[in-house]
């Protein structure tokens, strides 16, 4: 292993897990909710950013109301969870990705805005919570962005930051690695189109097994050139 790497802090959703299809119905019945149109998963990829509420503002074209945003929220929430035991599922490589860097002579580590909760247990049903050091979810409202949990997480890690090197899909993964000064690798199939990750200037990955090639691989000076509510 690369000496300058030996931590890895994994993403879930659109990562690890393959949720597009959940998302995207849920997005969609959460936008009738409110009285707006579907959008496709290209639409989605394009345009999804968090904080949650920038990315229905993007759609509208305007901020949503307060009463208009918990709608979206309630309805994407129950839907999002209904669905996801039927369409979820482990992305393409993601075993495989977590086995390689544990071969490699790495520890890992898991941190999402999923539901900590939920988190644990989906993380059971897959079975691939032992192969991780820690994982943490949201343990909040919905609504947010990571860069807070990012810091506490590498923090609590004991682990010095040149030596750790986070995997996600999408600009606010690029984002909290940058503000909690670690490096990032993103991956291409989650909820980010290839061009929107390009805009962070992080370094791009289009399989999990190319992921960690990058991460172990990407001189640890490396630094991702996210701005805050880049586009998701």
Not at 35 to 53: A, E, N
Request: aromatic share 4%; glycine share 10%; proline share 5%.
């Amino acid at each position: 292993m690369n000496t300058q790497r030996r931590h890895a802090v994994w993403d879930w959703n659109g990562t690890l897990l393959d949720d597009n299809e959940a998302r995207l119905l849920a997005v969609n019945e959460s936008l009738a909710a409110i009285g707006q149109t579907p959008i496709t998963l290209p639409q989605y990829r394009d345009t999804y950013c968090v904080p949650v509420p920038r990315f229905y503002a993007r759609l509208l074209g305007r901020p949503l109301t307060v009463t208009e945003w918990r709608t979206a929220d309630d309805t994407y929430q129950a839907v999002y969870h209904e669905h996801l035991p039927q369409s979820g599922h482990l992305m393409s490589g993601a075993r495989q990705a977590l086995l390689s860097w544990i071969a490699r002579g790495g520890t890992q580590s898991l941190l999402s805005l999923h539901s900590h909760t939920r988190l644990l247990t989906e993380l059971s049903q897959h079975g691939i919570g032992t192969l991780l050091r820690a994982a943490e979810g949201r343990r909040g409202p919905t609504g947010g962005t990571k860069s807070a949990a990012m810091h506490r997480h590498v923090q609590a890690l004991g682990i010095p930051r040149e030596h750790v090197v986070a995997i996600g899909d999408s600009a606010d993964d690029a984002l909290a690695a940058e503000q909690a000064g670690i490096a990032v690798v993103l991956y291409t199939g989650g909820s980010h189109s290839e061009t929107a990750l390009a805009a962070t200037g992080a370094p791009i990955a289009h399989t999990l097994a190319e992921a960690v090639d990058m991460a172990l691989g990407t001189p640890a000076k490396t630094r991702p050139r996210a701005q805050a509510g880049a586009a998701a």
